[in-house]
């Protein structure tokens, strides 16, 4: 049985014998049985002809991850010719890079979304939605555990599905995940990082389709330490080197598993953006990161989405190795803002500002009255006048019933006070609203 690895068409080198392609044999000039790469010239027809092939590692050279991290920039060179920085611009092509990193992320506007579902109804069916895409990973990642097939069917359905609730209102799926997070047995990270790299591309104004590539490969993000051992995953206190490099390794073994005997109906799920966004969601803009240390222009732009989406669900999460608390996520923003420009793309980090606003949903909350409430939705206009349930009186004693407030709706005397962390002042949102 051929061994058989998909690859991009940049990856390919002389020594490789593509096996197969992703399109029908018959549509090209390639001969049926496979060709071993032996020019140049083999490699420019396959680049001209094809997006990705297979190749079989038993009858040629061996991939390496690297090469998915190709990106094609040359066609923002039309735009930076009019922004290109003249006279004595200090580090000229700084600025080159910063534009075309803003240009990058700009042309992937394709259109605007508003809420078309209210808060209320929505909640139900995005706890709906995601637990069925959560159980949907958990089959997945059990699989590949007992050494089964890839089967990214499993999952599909759920990314849909919870796509289109992002889209119809993202506030909803957002307070569904805080509530999960606070249970630290049901709560699932690569869920967490979907919902947030799909609100991200919605706020971004990506077409549906572009975001439920973004929700899959934030789902599939961390899949290669499904390989890790479990001993390693669950360790409490920091990680020695060895164990960091071992950890570091989850980013290859994802992309093998991904790549190493693909079958058809995974291929039609998998698309470049996603196996970029899994090699590159560890590289940091300022060169500190992992796998290649890569710097911010050479980080895909899916990379550098799934980069900021997977650090503020990690923030916001409780983690094995951390003797530190998980953040509350206005102390997260804060924090992402204070990386702008050094670990993450400064443009990006005030866009998903935006997109989680600086209370999310889920959020508690005190206001200068005394008055505690959680964050139900934000206002994307006036996002310190946030929508909220008023769980505690003045008092901090709690309301027999929760009313709502929308600060867009009163007067300017009463504001946001601060963030809280989860369980503050002895409130259980688990036993309140789950």
Avoid at 13 to 40: K, Q
Avoid at 163 to 181: E, G, Y
Avoid at 341 to 361: H, M, N, W
């Amino acid at each position: 049985m051929k061994k058989e690895v998909l690859i991009s068409c940049d990856a390919l080198v002389i020594g490789m014998f593509v096996s197969r392609l992703d399109r029908p044999w018959n549509e090209t000039r390639f001969p049926f049985e496979g060709i071993l790469i032996s020019s140049p010239e083999d490699i420019e027809k396959f680049k001209q002809t094809c997006t990705f092939v297979y190749v079989d590692v038993e009858q040629g050279l061996q991939p390496q991850t690297g090469p998915w991290l190709k990106t094609d920039r040359s066609k923002f060179s039309t735009e930076i010719t009019k922004i290109r920085p003249v006279g004595k611009a200090k580090h000229p092509e700084l600025q080159v890079d910063r534009a075309i990193e803003r240009l990058e992320y700009e042309a992937l506007r394709k259109t605007t979304y508003e809420k078309s579902e209210a808060f209320t109804p929505e909640v139900k069916t995005a706890h709906h939605v995601s637990n069925g895409l959560a159980g949907g990973h958990v089959q997945l990642m059990h699989d590949l555990k007992y050494g089964r097939d890839l089967d990214l069917d499993v999952v599909q359905v759920g990314v849909s599905d919870m796509v289109d609730s992002v889209i119809r209102n993202p506030d909803a799926m957002i307070w569904v995940v805080q509530l999960k997070k606070l249970d630290e047995y049901s709560y699932s990270r690569a869920l967490g990082t979907s919902v947030w790299c799909a609100t991200f591309g919605r706020h971004l104004g990506l077409e549906k389709d572009t975001i439920e590539k973004l929700a899959l490969g934030g789902l599939l993000l961390d899949i290669g330490k499904s390989y890790l051992p479990v001993d390693l995953l669950r360790k409490k206190g920091a990680l020695s080197v060895d164990e960091i490099q071992i950890m570091h390794s989850h980013v290859e073994l994802g992309i093998n598993v991904l790549t190493t005997g693909a079958n058809e109906s995974n291929i039609e799920k998998l698309n470049i953006n996603i196996l970029q966004m899994i090699t590159t969601h560890h590289e940091r803009s300022d060169g500190s990161g992992y796998p290649q240390r890569l710097i911010n222009q050479n980080i895909p732009i899916f990379g550098r989405i799934a980069g900021i989406s997977d650090s503020y669900d990690a923030m916001t999460s409780r983690r094995p190795y951390s003797d530190a608390g998980p953040l509350n996520p206005h102390e997260a923003i804060a924090d992402l803002y204070e990386l702008r420009d050094s670990k993450f793309q400064s443009e990006l980090v005030e866009q998903f500002i935006q997109t989680v606003g600086l209370y999310p949903a889920g959020s508690l909350v005190e206001l200068n009255t005394g008055q505690i409430g959680v964050v139900v939705e934000i206002n994307p206009l006036r996002r310190l006048r946030p929508k909220l349930l008023l769980l505690l009186d003045e008092n901090k004693t709690q309301y027999k019933e929760f009313d709502h407030l929308d600060l867009s709706e009163t007067d300017e005397t009463t504001q946001l006070k601060r963030g809280l962390p989860p369980g503050a002042y002895g409130i259980d949102m688990r036993e309140l609203f789950l």
